[in-house]
């Protein structure tokens, strides 16, 4: 599931984190997080509310903002939109900080192989404490995208001051802070992560099992078994996801859930796009647990469901393929 998207999404929203990709941004755990920037109605945008202007007036305005809006970004790496972080207004922070994060997923920019990066950027986040959360998440997300284990102690402070009982409290930072953990995969984190398993906050646990997933050991294996076990249906796929990629046969049990179509479709508020999703999840999970319990399952979606995209992944699961990404 895609930092992110917003990691914090409702479980009918975001119901699996895409082990691949990030939260979320803050977009997917982090249930896991789209990575676009909250829209907030801006002075302007209030105005439009109480007068009518012609279309085409409208529709320039707007052509107009893009257009500048593509040649102020144009150009700017990773160190430009950091310095803007630091020294830009409060509303260019967290704008500049959502950028930030979208140039590091390429990882192409020159800045990246200059040491020095990541201990401003580190520096950065520990100073944003105080800072619009925006900024502070997206951060986050930031370091986790540069995958430095530099970053793993300002992390770990910020998932637990950002804590609901924290000095700096906001779940979504904390959670931002958990999925950068699982990207960086350092085994120094595993501790926390497995303690933040056992959050009374599900988005919080869901985001920590599926963080868990980076890490080999034991305590994260016997914490995601557990989960398994959990009664948030987020939290439950995620960690038998995660045991997917371990190739753990303790995931079928969880997995014959996330491919029963009935199932999903008795789970209030889930839409149709997302049981596809969670089932796609579930057949490229399904492909490589030893357990033969799997096949019908997987048999019957493709023989029957609705769905090309679904009908297709079964297929190529059940030859050991990989699968292409037909339209619905």
């Not at 049990?253 to 839409?271: K, N, Q």
């Amino acid at each position: 599931m895609t930092p992110p998207e917003d990691p914090k999404a409702d479980p009918a929203s975001v119901p699996v984190s895409d082990p691949s990709e990030p939260p979320p941004d803050p977009s997917a755990v982090l249930a896991e997080g789209s990575e676009e920037p909250p829209i907030r109605q801006t002075t302007p945008f209030l105005v439009l509310q109480f007068f009518i202007f012609p279309l085409s007036i409208v529709a320039v305005c707007v052509t107009v903002f893009v257009i500048f809006g593509l040649i102020a970004s144009e150009g700017k790496g990773p160190r430009q939109y950091l310095d803007e972080v630091r020294t830009g207004s409060a509303n260019r922070r967290w704008q500049a900080a959502f950028e930030l994060t979208k140039v590091l997923q390429a990882h192409k920019d020159p800045a990246l192989k200059d040491a020095r990066f990541v201990d401003e950027a580190v520096r950065t986040f520990r100073e944003s404490a105080g800072d619009d959360p925006r900024v502070r998440r997206y951060l986050a997300l930031a370091l986790g995208r540069l995958g430095d284990r530099r970053a793993v102690p300002a992390l770990l402070d910020a998932a637990k001051d950002s804590a609901a009982n924290g000095p700096h409290a906001d779940p979504e930072t904390q959670i931002y802070s958990v999925w950068a953990l699982g990207a960086i995969g350092d085994p120094s984190a595993e501790p926390e992560l497995v303690e933040l398993a056992r959050s009374e906050d599900a988005g919080v646990r869901k985001t920590a099992i599926h963080a868990l997933g980076s890490f080999p050991g034991e305590a994260s294996r016997t914490t995601l078994v557990g989960a398994l076990g959990d009664p948030v249906e987020d939290v439950r796929w995620n960690a038998a996801v995660a045991l997917a990629r371990r190739r753990d046969p303790a995931a079928a049990s969880v997995l014959l859930e996330m491919l029963d179509r009935a199932h999903l479709a008795a789970i209030a508020g889930m839409t149709d796009e997302q049981r596809v999703d969670t089932l796609l999840q579930a057949i490229e999970a399904a492909a490589v647990v030893p357990d033969a319990r799997l096949r019908g399952p997987l048999e019957t979606l493709r023989d029957h469901d609705a769905s090309l995209k679904v009908r297709e992944a079964a297929r190529a699961a059940l030859e050991g393929r990989p699968a292409v990404s037909p339209a619905s």
